[in-house]
C-alpha cells in the first residue's frame, strides 16, 4: 500500500472528517468514471426506483396514482393499516409492525401518493387541487386502501400511524368516524396548524449557518434540482433527514459502515407541496374527532426534546377517550423503528389494544 493508498484509508477510517468534502469526492468520482450520457437525474442513479420505474416493486393503483403497498396476514383478520410520516417518507421504518402479521392480523403497509417509491407528480398537480387538496389527495387514498383490502363488511379496521400519519387519520376520522374501529397515534406534531408550524420549529436541528445547512448548501453548487427534478430533489431532501438531534432520530456514525447515504427515498416535491397547501388552508385536523368514541392509543417518546409530556397532553386533548403512553429511551420513530423497543414495549401495549377491539 503506498502512502496515497494510506491517507485515503485514515481518512475513511476518521469519523469525524468534513461532510462536504466527501461529497465533492463522491460527485466528482461519480461523474468522472460514467459513461457521457450518464446523468445523475436519470431513475436509480441517486435514489431507488419507484414503482412506475421498476415494475418488480409490490403496487397497486389507487385514484389513478401507482403506490408501493404490501399486505400480511389472514385476510380475514382486523385490518392494520400503517400510515407512515412526512408528508414525503415511506413506510420502510415501520416494517416492524408486520410481526403483527403472525398474531393473526391484516398488515397493511402503503407509500402515500409522491413518497416513498410511490408514482411521483408535478407540483402544481397538488397545488391545483385548491381548498380541497388534503381531502381529495390523502383522505380519498386512505378511504380506497381500506376499499382495496377490506375483505368484508363487518371486517374492523384500525389505523396505526406515525408523526404525519398521525395528523392525516385524526382528520380522516372526523370525516368518517364510523368507518375506523381503532385508532393508534404516535407523536402527531400537531392537529391545528398554528401547533403544527410551532413543533415543525422546535423540532428542527438544522439551524442557518449551522454545519448541516453549509453542507446542503453546497451541495447545491453541484447537484441543482429544479422544481420536479424528483430523483435530484428526493435525494437532498433525504440527506438533510439523517439526523436530528432534537427529535433523537439519530442514524450511526458517519463513516464507511455508517449510513450516510439515504437507506430509503423520501418525497421533496409532496413535501414542499404540502407545507404550502397548509399554510394556504390552514387546516383544523380536529374537526368532527369529538364524534369518535373508541379508545385512543397516543405514543409519544422521552428523547424527542420538542416532544414534552405538556406537548402530548395539548395535542391530544382533542380525544374524548384516550390513553397517553411514554416510551423511554428512544426518539420520535424509535418506538417503532427499535426493534428491542418494538417488541417489549410497543407491539405489547398494541396487541393488548387490538385484542379488546
Known amino acids: 500500500m503506498d502512502k496515497r493508498d494510506e491517507s485515503t484509508l485514515v481518512l475513511f477510517k476518521n469519523h469525524n472528517f468534513n461532510l462536504k468534502f466527501f461529497l465533492l469526492f463522491f460527485l466528482i468520482f461519480f461523474m468522472v468514471s460514467c459513461e457521457e450520457e450518464n446523468y445523475i437525474n436519470q431513475s436509480g442513479k441517486l435514489v431507488p426506483k419507484t414503482v412506475t420505474e421498476d415494475t418488480s416493486l409490490p403496487s397497486i393503483t389507487i385514484n ?14 382486523i385490518l392494520v393499516v400503517c400510515i407512515h410520516g412526512g408528508p414525503g417518507d415511506n413506510y420502510k421504518y415501520l416494517m416492524n409492525c408486520k410481526s403483527l402479521a403472525d398474531k393473526g392480523f391484516r398488515v397493511v403497509f402503503y407509500d402515500q401518493i409522491g413518497s416513498g417509491l410511490s408514482q411521483r407528480f408535478p407540483k402544481h398537480w397538488y397545488m391545483d387541487k385548491g381548498d380541497n387538496a388534503i381531502e381529495t389527495i390523502f383522505y380519498e387514498e ?31 376520522i372526523g370525516k368518517f368516524p364510523n368507518e375506523i374501529d381503532g385508532l393508534i397515534l404516535a407523536e402527531p406534531g400537531g392537529l391545528k396548524w398554528n401547533d403544527i408550524k410551532q413543533y415543525v420549529e422546535n423540532s ?20 441543482s434540482g429544479k422544481e420536479n ?10 440527506l438533510l433527514q439523517t439526523s436530528n438531534t432534537i427529535t433523537g432520530d439519530v442514524p450511526a456514525t458517519l463513516g464507511i459502515n455508517g449510513s450516510f447515504y439515504p437507506s430509503r427515498r423520501q418525497g421533496a416535491v409532496i413535501s414542499n407541496a404540502m407545507f404550502e397547501i397548509g ?14 368514541q373508541q379508545k385512543v392509543l397516543f405514543f409519544y ?17 382533542p380525544f374524548v377517550n384516550k ?14 423503528d427499535q426493534l428491542t423497543i418494538w417488541n417489549t414495549i410497543t407491539e405489547p401495549k398494541i396487541l393488548d389494544y387490538l385484542e379488546s377491539l
Do not use: C
Not at 386512505?142 to 392525516?168: A, F, P, R
Not at 388552508?281 to 369529538?290: A, E, R, S, V
Not at 429511551?329 to 417503532?336: K, L, R, Y
Open 64 to 77: 389513478g396514482a401507482k403506490l408501493h403497498s404490501q399486505a400480511f396476514g389472514p385476510v380475514e383478520g
Open 279 to 292: 399554510q394556504n388552508l390552514n387546516p383544523d385536523f380536529t374537526i368532527g374527532i369529538n364524534q369518535f
Open 142 to 172: 386512505l378511504k380506497e386502501i381500506i376499499n382495496y383490502y377490506k375483505s368484508s363488511d363487518n371486517q374492523k379496521v384500525v389505523l396505526l400511524t406515525h408523526s404525519w400519519g398521525s395528523i392525516l387519520a385524526t382528520g380522516f
Open 301 to 317: 417518546s422521552s428523547n424527542n426534546g420538542a416532544y414534552p409530556t405538556s406537548w402530548a397532553e395539548r395535542i391530544s386533548a
Open 229 to 238: 427534478d424528483h430523483n435530484i430533489l428526493d435525494y437532498k431532501y433525504s
Open 323 to 336: 390513553e397517553l403512553i411514554k416510551v423511554d429511551d428512544v426518539g420520535h420513530s424509535g418506538m417503532f
Open 204 to 223: 428542527q436541528s438544522i439551524k442557518l449557518w449551522s454545519e448541516a445547512f453549509n453542507d446542503a448548501t453546497y451541495l447545491d453548487q453541484f447537484i
